[in-house]
């Protein structure tokens, strides 16, 4: 949540749930879809793409869109420019906030950031600069994250008198083991693109201009899965990491049985059995 400036931008106008998705217009946020895959940016290259409440908002909408729109497969989240994925918190805005205040806006985020995490479709963050407070954490809520090189990573809130209220002190040990985490935490120090892959923090580092193309074939090859087999598999890694193994493995079964009973499955085995690729239908 960290983030040099950001002045606050007044709140998009709000779109009518009546219009077609196809032409949700956000302030704060590009969005966009190209064959199966939905693209989403954060648009505030000047303040090195801060999360404010706007912003927040525009990415709920964005995501939410994503998820009810059959015809997306995966997300590609990245930031505008080339210096900043999300740079933190508008610290213009959480200046003022009072102690209600901040709670309200912390569990506010960590509602998109769940929403994105079990969107039940791939997100992937293609992480082209700063990702730091809430950019971290925004990142740790994507299914994967490909970072180029000169990008940089961090909790710095203990620098504001905070602590990550963004999901970090969550997901981070998670990702990374709690020990690592804590440094991070306390320290608010950032670390390197290479540091962040070599702790896990990270699944890919990719020349900067290769970024959002690795990203695509990486949903690509995704895509080429049972859309149900790939959903399960989401939602009992994600479930099953909340659970005690026992109670994840049940869950696991369960899901293999769900999955069992559909065409994909029958298409997926007749497929390996005749060697052939398979055609899937999402049912």
Same mark, same amino acid.
């Given at each position: 949540?960290?983030?040099?400036?950001?002045?606050?931008?007044?709140?998009?106008?709000?779109?009518?749930?009546? !219009?077609?998705?196809?032409? !949700?217009? !956000?302030?704060?946020?590009?969005?966009?879809?190209?064959?199966?895959?939905?693209?989403?940016?954060?648009?505030?290259?000047k303040v090195l793409n801060a999360l404010n409440t706007p912003t927040w908002t525009d990415l709920q909408a964005a995501f939410e869109d994503a998820k009810a729109d059959k015809s997306v497969h995966g997300v590609i989240l990245t930031g505008a420019g080339d210096k900043?994925? +999300?740079?933190?918190?508008?610290?213009?805005?959480?200046?003022?906030?009072?102690?209600?205040?901040?709670?309200?806006?912390?569990?506010?985020?960590?509602?998109? !950031?769940?929403?994105?995490?079990?969107?039940?479709?791939?997100?992937?963050?293609? +992480?082209?600069?700063?990702?730091?407070?809430?950019g971290c954490e925004t990142a740790m809520a994507c299914t994967m994250r490909i970072t180029a090189e000169h990008a940089r990573f961090g909790q710095p809130e203990v620098k504001l008198g905070l602590l990550p209220g963004g999901g970090g002190t969550q997901r981070l040990p998670r990702l990374v083991g709690k020990g690592r985490a804590l440094q991070l935490i306390l320290t608010g120090e950032t670390i390197t693109a290479q540091e962040a892959y070599r702790i896990g923090l990270v699944n890919e580092i990719v020349p900067a201009a290769s970024l959002i193309e690795r990203a695509e074939a990486i949903l690509k090859q995704i895509a080429a899965n049972a859309p149900i087999a790939v959903k399960f598999s989401l939602e009992a890694a994600n479930k099953g990491l909340e659970t005690s193994q026992s109670e994840g493995l049940a869950l696991e079964a369960s899901y293999f049985g769900i999955c069992a009973a559909t065409e994909d499955k029958k298409e997926g085995t007749t497929a390996f059995l005749e060697k052939r690729a398979p055609k899937f239908h999402g049912h």
């Open positions: 949540m960290a983030s040099e400036a950001a002045s606050i931008t007044p709140s998009p106008a709000t779109v009518p749930d009546s !219009l077609p998705r196809a032409i !949700l217009a !956000l302030a704060n946020v590009k969005y966009e879809k190209k064959g199966s895959t939905a693209y989403v940016t954060v648009n505030r290259p900043a994925f +999300i740079a933190g918190a508008d610290i213009g805005e959480l200046a003022h906030v009072d102690a209600y205040e901040a709670e309200e806006s912390s569990r506010f985020g960590q509602g998109v !950031l769940d929403l994105i995490e079990n969107l039940g479709k791939p997100v992937i963050a293609a +992480i082209n600069g700063f990702a730091l407070g809430g």
